[in-house]
């Protein structure tokens, strides 16, 4: 049974996404963005009022397989919309004008792997040529400077860069989702943990984004409201210099493909529980995130 306090399984979380469309047809609708290797289907929700030649932002959710917390964000997120339209001025604002893509889980093979094999699996589940080990980084399998640094060439290794970029069905589908809808996609939040960062692009180079100073300071007023609620600490920055170099992240692939205002949140915690972060800590989480969110968006709303 499906609980917004609670860590979910694929089944539950693909039972909800199609219920929660159902019951706010106004609002949300469900279609599929592609399929993973092992032939599940990803499932992504639109969430907004209906309108003409609406803003969108897109937030992913359940990239890396083990960081649990990633779909409960994004599964709060929805029921925060579905409850705020119409009642609270903010949300209700943000949903007049943007429409929200939101991902619950893009790693759909490497999450059910965690409920069922491995609760440490990072990696998707596709097989790798010339090797026993299973599994691309599909966090190192976008292309921006794919390989270059701070990934791995070899199939054992947890950060393996895959085959080629958008070697995986599941990146592919995400990049082929961007590309298709670039004219409307005006913000790219991707959700992992932990380290309680804010990061912005580059990752896979230690060069200043043309857009640094804004991201920087739209980071500084996100991660100042998430702090707001909880002092919970954040850090902030462009990813190379603020957590490591790393090539390949969807982050830059979509900044660099024209989405401006391209974030990636690690959430809590730091370290004490780190993937296994107990389910105590999925609503202040939550609802810390949320703030942040609503900030980058209000940004994007007023000047995208
Ligand atoms: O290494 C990653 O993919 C992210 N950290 S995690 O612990 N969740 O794996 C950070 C990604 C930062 N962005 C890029 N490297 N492009
Ligand atoms: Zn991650
Ligand atoms: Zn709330």
Known sequence: VHSYEKYNDLDTINAWSANIAAQNPGLVSRSQMGSSYEGRPIYLLKVG??????????????????????????QWFVK????????????????????FYILPVLNVDGYVYTWTTNRMWRKTRSPNANSSCVGTDPNRNFNAGWCTVGASSRACDETYCGAAPESEPETKALA???????GSIKGYLTIHSYSQMLLFPYS?????AKDHNELNSVAQGAVNKLTSLYRTKYTYGAGGTTIYLA????????????????????????????????ETQIK????????????????????A
């Open 49 to 74: 009022k209906s309108g003409v030649n609406k803003k969108a932002v897109f937030i992913d959710c359940g990239f890396h397989a083990r960081e649990w917390i990633t779909p409960a964000f994004c």
């Open 80 to 99: 925060e919309a579905v409850n705020s339209y119409g009642v609270e001025a903010e949300f209700t604002s943000l949903l007049d004008s943007l429409d």
């Open 176 to 182: 082929n989702f961007i590309r298709q809808n670039i």
């Open 204 to 208: 896979y180079t230690y060069s200043i």
């Open 247 to 278: 090539a390949g992240g969807s982050d830059d692939w979509a900044y660099d493909t024209g989405v401006k205002y391209s974030f990636t949140f690690e959430l809590r915690d730091t370290g004490r529980y780190g993937f296994a972060l107990p």
């Open 284 to 303: 202040p989480t939550s609802e810390e995130t949320l703030l942040a969110v609503k900030y980058i968006a209000n940004h994007i709303k007023n000047n």
